[in-house]
C-alpha cells in the first residue's frame, strides 16, 4: 500500500468492498473491517469521505486533501441545495482533469464561478537543481506549475513565512 494514500482513496475502497463482499451489510461495516488498525478518527475521516463521495460526483479525490474534503462536507450537508450547486457546477466540464476539478472545488468553497479554460497545447518540462544555505533543491517546471523538491520540512516552517517567501517570489517573477 502507497504511504501516501488520501482519505478520498481509503472512502473509495470502502465503498467499493460493501458493494462486492455479501457479507457486509454497510459501509460502515467496511470501514471497521478493512481498516481495523486505524484510529477511531482516521475511520471517522474515512466515514466523512464517504458521505462527500456520496453527496458529490468528485473523480479526482487522489488529490483532494482531508481538509478541503472537511469543508467540502460541512458546506455541502449545510443546506439540502448545496449538493445540487455543486453537482451543476462540476455538470459544467464533465470531461474535467485534476487541476479543473481542484479549480472547481475551491470555486464552490469560494462562492465563485468557474469556467472551462480553452484547450492549451502540452509544453515542454524545465528541470533543474539549485544550490541553497539549506542544501541542494531540485526544480521542475511545467505549463501551470512549478515544484521545488528538497531535503527539508517546510511545514515545519511558519504560513506565514512561507506565504511572504512565495509571494516574494512570485513578485520577482513579474520583473
Known amino acids: 500500500m502507497r504511504r ?3 482519505f478520498g482513496e481509503l472512502a473509495q475502497l470502502a465503498r467499493s468492498y460493501a458493494q462486492v463482499n ?8 467496511a470501514v471497521e473491517e478493512l481498516f481495523q488498525s ?8 474515512i466515514r466523512s469521505f464517504i458521505r462527500l463521495l ?11 486533501s ?22 451543476d457546477m462540476l455538470a459544467r466540464i464533465p470531461a474535467r482533469g485534476e487541476e479543473e476539478e481542484q479549480a472547481i472545488l475551491k470555486a464552490y468553497l469560494d462562492h465563485r464561478e468557474v469556467k472551462a479554460k480553452p ?7 524545465t528541470t ?7 542544501g541542494a533543491a531540485k526544480c521542475t ?24 517567501a512565495v509571494s516574494d517570489f512570485l513578485a520577482a517573477l513579474e520583473d
Open 4 to 6: 501516501d494514500v488520501t
Open 22 to 29: 455479501p457479507l457486509i451489510q454497510s459501509v460502515d461495516q
Open 38 to 45: 486505524a484510529s477511531r478518527q482516521k475511520r471517522g475521516h
Open 54 to 64: 456520496d453527496l458529490a460526483d468528485i473523480r479526482h479525490v487522489q488529490v483532494l
Open 66 to 87: 482531508r481538509n478541503v474534503g472537511q469543508q467540502l462536507l460541512k458546506k455541502l450537508e449545510s443546506d439540502e441545495g448545496q449538493p445540487k450547486l455543486l453537482a
Open 119 to 125: 484547450a492549451v497545447k502540452p509544453s515542454g518540462k
Open 128 to 134: 533543474f537543481r539549485i544550490q541553497a544555505p539549506s
Open 141 to 164: 517546471a511545467s505549463d501551470g506549475r512549478l515544484e521545488l523538491r528538497m531535503g527539508r520540512d517546510f511545514s515545519a516552517m511558519s504560513r506565514e513565512k512561507l506565504e511572504q
